[in-house]
């Protein structure tokens, strides 16, 4: 496998079972990424679009199959060593930005280099200045309800980045906001892109997946290109 590919999925198979029935949601997925690539992952609800973000964020398994994230093999992880790639490797931006409400941009920013057990001070100062680099250097001290949606949303991107990930794994990151909002946040992941990012972007629409420079549909459980 060539050093400059950080994702590498061969037949990967991943079933649930329903009642005594089971259903197959990803068949012999192969897939590789890039270091710096922004690749968005289209496809609708049901397609198993999600099932293959939650394996390529580490959140679930597949039941047969390859994956290699960043020159680790993730099928012969324990639960403890899939908690610490996600903490460090991977960078997650949800649709409804789960931020922690009673604590203001700058500590959602930190928390994940607190939980790593970093120097407070330093993880506050480096959270604020990524937090200045996405235009939000006058809201730090706002908590979330005190935020708009695009600007929470970029509170989220911010806690995705201030670990230095491997990749950012974005699930419907414009989803809960309007259409300049939207934009604006799209803006923000083609700079990002622009500085060497690596991206997944998992979205149902067409308009947005367009905007990232290559595209994988998700049909069925199938990957097409």
Do not use: W
Not at 112 to 118: K, T, V
């Amino acid at each position: 496998m060539k050093n400059d590919i950080v994702i590498y999925m061969k037949d990967i198979v991943k079933s649930y079972r329903m009642g005594k029935n089971k259903l197959t949601v990803l068949k012999d997925i192969s897939l590789e990424i890039k270091k710096g690539e922004f690749v968005a992952v289209l496809g609708p609800s049901g397609s198993g679009k999600s099932t293959l973000m939650n394996i390529i964020g580490c959140i679930d398994v597949a039941d047969s199959g390859e994956y290699i994230l960043s020159g680790q093999d993730i099928k012969a992880k324990n639960d403890d060593e899939l908690a610490h790639i996600r903490n460090r490797k991977i960078g997650f931006i949800f649709q409804k930005f789960n931020l922690l409400p009673k604590y203001t941009a700058e500590h959602n920013v930190a928390f994940p280099l607190l939980l790593r057990g970093e120097d407070k001070k330093v993880a506050h100062k480096r959270a604020k200045k990524i937090l200045e680099d996405v235009g939000l250097g006058d809201r730090v001290h706002h908590r979330p309800i005190e935020l708009s949606g695009g600007q929470q949303q970029r509170v989220s991107i911010s806690r995705a980045l201030v670990g230095q990930p491997n990749i950012l794994l974005a699930d419907e990151p414009t989803g809960n906001l309007d259409s300049k909002s939207g934009r604006e946040i799209m803006d923000i992941f083609l700079e990002l892109n622009q500085k060497g990012n690596t991206i997944v972007l998992i979205t149902h629409d067409l308009e947005i997946a367009k905007q990232a420079p290559r595209i994988i549909h998700v049909r069925d459980g199938v990957v097409h290109e």
